[in-house]
């Protein structure tokens, strides 16, 4: 039986690396979901968490506004609801970043739960988080908040290489959760990346870590179990010019899962296209200057699955 929950349905889209298109998607598939589908008359939040870099608005075709996500951290208005912009969608709201916040006092931090409380209080059936470039403690405990988790990353190797991080980093961020009532497990990890012992690493996989501590803690087997159980993130390939290009993909899947013992599907791909760029110039969002190009069709039907697995 499926489980009533209130509050919304909340998809995080992260990739460890900047400029692969997290904003993009995260823009698009909020239009589509608020565009219906489906489940026409959903109600949306998009949230630009990109403290320092944020451009969520412009991907909208919104100006920024004068109300924005430094307002509810810094305490000048009291609710998250406070914040919240319309778009020339009627059902779709956003929560402006803050292009000039000091982030190097890392002001997310100091505020996380204060955030993550006000996100869950959001009156809306969706809530899209828009995730900073890295993968810090703090992006990753947003990321974690997704009831529908997704990378995004482009098909170059540096894109690669920084989503493979951001992977790895989200399960050794679980992987400390789960043994945090575990002392020596938890000191054994931390070692164990560390390497302060006289031999090296041999090898930083995740998957070797599990052996490992499958072999010095048999105790903890429930545990370790469970850390293999965790929901594996939805891999969207951004920018992609040709079917060369695609099979990357599947190669990048592979290695996670051998590397990570995260088996991520697919969302899907989407096409390197100049009128990309040109749409967010000219102030209008891609998926509502050109519905019928093959790549808006791509968002609407995400935004159906996406709604299908969110409730
Ligand atoms: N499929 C695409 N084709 C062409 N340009 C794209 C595509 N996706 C994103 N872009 C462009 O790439 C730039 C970076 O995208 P953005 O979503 O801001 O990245 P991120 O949020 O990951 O830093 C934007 O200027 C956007 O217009
Ligand atoms: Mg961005």
Redesign the pocket.
């Known amino acids: 039986m499926a489980e009533e929950r209130s509050g919304p349905v909340f998809i995080a889209v992260g990739?460890g690396?900047?400029?692969?298109?997290?904003?993009?998607?995260?823009?698009s598939l909020a239009l589509s979901l608020a565009q219906g589908g489906s489940r026409s008359g959903a109600r949306v939040v998009a949230v630009d968490l990109?403290l320092g870099?944020s451009?969520?608005n412009?991907?909208l075709g919104e100006p920024h506004p004068e109300r924005e996500l430094a307002d509810f951290i810094d305490g000048r208005v009291a609710s998250l609801s406070e914040i919240l912009q319309p778009t020339r969608l009627p059902n779709l709201r956003y929560a402006a970043g803050s292009f000039d916040m000091v982030t190097a006092l890392d002001p997310l931090r100091d505020r996380k739960l204060d955030l993550i409380r006000g996100l869950v209080g959001l009156d809306a059936n969706y809530v899209l988080l828009?995730l900073q470039?890295g993968a810090t403690p703090v992006t990753l405990d947003f990321f974690f908040l997704g009831d529908v988790k997704l990378v995004?990353t482009n098909p170059e190797s540096t894109a690669f290489h920084n989503a493979y991080g951001f992977l790895k980093n989200y399960v050794l961020r679980r992987l400390l959760t789960e043994l945090r009532d575990h002392r020596e497990a938890l000191h054994f990890v931390l070692e164990y990346y560390r390497g302060t012992g006289d031999e090296p690493v041999p090898d930083r996989t995740i998957t070797a870590l599990i052996a490992s501590l499958r072999e010095n803690f048999p105790d903890l087997e429930a545990e370790v179990d469970g850390i293999l159980e965790y929901d594996a993130p939805l891999l969207v390939l951004?920018?992609?010019r040709d079917r060369e290009e695609r099979q990357y993909l599947d190669r990048f899947r592979a290695v996670v899962e051998q590397n990570l013992a995260l088996r991520c599907p697919e969302l899907g791909t989407?096409?390197?296209?100049?009128?990309?760029?040109r749409?967010?110039r000219e102030g209008t969002p891609?998926v509502l200057a050109h519905p019928r190009h093959p790549?808006a069709r791509r968002f609407t039907e995400w935004a159906a699955r996406l709604s299908r697995a969110g409730r």
Not at 17 to 27: E, I, L, N, R, Y
Not at 270 to 277: K, L, Q, Y
């Open positions: 990739g690396k900047g400029g692969v298109g997290k904003s993009f998607v995260t823009a990109d870099g451009n969520l412009l991907l828009d470039a995004v951004n920018r992609v989407i096409p390197e296209d100049r009128r990309v760029g749409a967010t891609f790549i």
